[in-house]
């Protein structure tokens, strides 16, 4: 959570035992702390009673909670995941870790289709594969960051577009000229036009009925391939080479601390740690920052 909790194990007059928590030299007890302090103790306990091997099963472990937390909390699970089975049932973005699926984890889309019958839907190896190339893009390293991950809570009626100009670009149109979509981009966009073909695919495997893939103008012969491979999904063009227009540039040289794979070079290792050792200290000595458990 960010501190140190001062909790003791007391028990009230009739015999029942209970969590008593200080907090600002106050004492709360467990109806005092807060919905989502109170769910932080019952997943620890139920981590720290685990055994190697064995199934931990958490039902919405963001309630309440604040989004830091959330965050914090998710570092907490795949870490005891290496050697136990955590099931998380979520509504959160936050609980999603790509690293976590491409490593052996797994994503399993739940909904109820149109006669209300429960549906399920998982990712293949195949498809976890393919996204072990789009996580190690340095150039797009936003494709799949937490506003490419509320998609996953959305019923259907995807957009998918070749890059984040395109998104900002069409919704700064759709306000201007007063238009209403039916509809929601992926995140900022998929990563360029060659890598549209995977997002189909994973979102065919996730069950999506409604997507549509926009292409910029340049780009019909790779439009023309998925859309016979996707052929239940909707393909449109631009009629113009790119969202908008874009001046010829050229641009110089520059070296950098890692090279272009992005692997440090050795001899700007010390600097990495003298700065990443300065900004700790710079933390710590101004205090942590107070973290209310809801938004008014």
């Known amino acids: 959570m960010g501190n140190i909790l001062i909790w003791t194990i007391d028990r009230h007059d009739n015999g029942r035992y209970f969590i008593k928590y200080t907090f600002s030299m106050m004492e709360h007890d467990g109806e005092g702390i807060g ?10 306990d139920a981590l720290y009673d685990s055994e190697p091997g064995s199934t931990v099963i958490i039902d919405e472990p963001e309630l309440s909670l604040h989004p830091m937390i959330q965050r914090r909390l998710m570092d907490v699970f795949i870490r005891y995941a290496k050697d136990r089975q955590i099931i998380v049932s979520t509504h959160s973005p936050y609980f999603i870790s790509w690293d ?13 289709d149109e006669n209300e019958n429960i549906q399920c839907y998982t990712l293949g190896n195949n498809i976890k594969e393919k ?9 797009n ?21 070749e890059g984040q100009e395109d998104v900002i670009i069409f919704n700064r149109i759709l306000r201007k000229m007063g238009i209403q979509l039916n509809g929601n981009f992926f995140g900022w966009g998929v990563g360029g036009a060659t890598k549209m073909e995977t997002f189909l695919e994973l979102f065919t495997e996730l069950g999506y009925r409604k997507v549509t893939a926009i292409y910029d103008g340049d780009k019909k012969e790779e439009m023309e391939k998925n859309k016979i491979k996707y052929a239940n999904y909707n393909f449109l063009i ?7 227009d874009k001046e010829v540039r050229s641009m110089p040289s520059k070296s ?6 992005g692997e440090i070079k050795p001899e700007y ?11 700790n200290n710079y933390f710590a000595n101004t205090g942590p920052c107070a973290v209310e458990e809801s938004v008014q």
């Open 256 to 261: 950098g601390i890692t090279n272009k794979n």
């Open 100 to 112: 976590s699926i491409i490593s052996g984890g797994n994503l399993v889309r739940v909904f109820k």
């Open 141 to 161: 390293p936003h494709v799949l960051g937490l506003q490419a991950n509320e998609i996953f809570f959305l019923y259907d009626n995807i957009i998918l577009v």
């Open 238 to 244: 631009l009629p113009t080479d790119d969202i908008r």
């Open 131 to 139: 996204f072990k190339g789009i996580i190690a893009d340095l150039n």
């Open 35 to 44: 919905d989502g302090i109170w769910s932080i103790f019952t997943i620890c």
């Open 269 to 279: 290792k010390k600097w990495m740690r003298d700065i990443i050792s300065d900004i």
